[in-house]
T-cell receptor
Framework: KQEVTQIPAALSVPEGENLVLNCSFTDSAIYNLQWFRQDPGKGLTSLLLIQSSQREQTSGRLNASLDKSSGRSTLYIAASQPGDSATYLCAVGGSRLTFGEGTQLTVNP | ETGVTQTPRHLVMGMTNKKSLKCEQHLGHNAMYWYKQSAKKPLELMFVYNFKEQTENNSVPSRFSPECPNSSHLFLHLHTLQPEDSALYLC?????????????FGPGTRLTVL
């Protein structure tokens, strides 16, 4: 059974800092890996999708990497802003997504 | 705007009530999903529908009854719920459940069972 772990559970940083969120998974036989953002009480917004054949994806200040062999993914956020404050969720799989518990990020002005 | 809408956004119900959650997707997708998000827990997949046919029931209690009349609409009928069923219920859709393609999520229905 696939298990997804996200570290840290919570993170508070000053504005402008570069930061890394970590995701690890137990079964490397995955189709893809997605990073989502969730604002309080809201649904999920897909940030980046990495196919199993890819190593990384970039969108603006976000960069996500995937290392299937080690069962790890990282989400790098450059020059963080208060608007980046949210919970970031990692999910692995294909049609059936297995989610981590998320990292709650607070960026302080 | 994700193209997936859910109504109502908030629902409070007693344990003896019967209510329904509605999800509609405007993306032309063929697969739809119900997820449950409880406090301090990862999202849990509840049901999967592909081309209106249920393809997965993730050991969900029978007090939750899904219905998919067409590829654009998905319902979750609720009856005799328990307080521990209080959670955020999220609907999602994708082009096809077999494809390696992103799922798109709705805003969720915040359910409180008294």
């Amino acid at each position: 059974k696939q298990e997804v772990t996200q570290i840290p559970a919570a993170l508070s940083v000053p504005e402008g800092e570069n930061l890394v969120l970590n995701c690890s998974f137990t079964d490397s036989a995955i189709y893809n890996l997605q990073w989502f953002r969730q604002d309080p009480g809201k649904g999920l917004t897909s940030l980046l999708l990495i196919q199993s054949s890819q190593r990384e994806q970039t969108s603006g200040r976000l960069n996500a990497s995937l290392d299937k062999s080690s069962g790890r993914s990282t989400l790098y956020i450059a020059a963080s802003q208060p608007g980046d404050s949210a919970t970031y969720l990692c999910a692995v799989g294909g049609s059936r997504l297995t989610f981590g518990e998320g990292t709650q990020l607070t960026v302080n002005p | 705007e994700t193209g997936v809408t859910q109504t109502p956004r908030h629902l409070v119900m007693g344990m003896t009530n019967k209510k329904s959650l509605k999800c509609e997707q405007h993306l032309g997708h063929n697969a739809m999903y119900w997820y449950k998000q409880s406090a301090k827990k990862p999202l849990e997949l509840m049901f999967v529908y592909n081309f209106k046919e249920q393809t997965e029931n993730n050991s969900v209690p029978s007090r939750f009854s899904p219905e998919c009349p067409n590829s654009s609409h998905l319902f979750l009928h609720l009856h005799t719920l328990q307080p521990e069923d209080s959670a955020l219920y999220l609907c999602a859709s994708s082009q096809d459940f077999r494809d390696v393609i992103a799922q798109y999520f709705g805003p969720g229905t915040r359910l409180t069972v008294l």
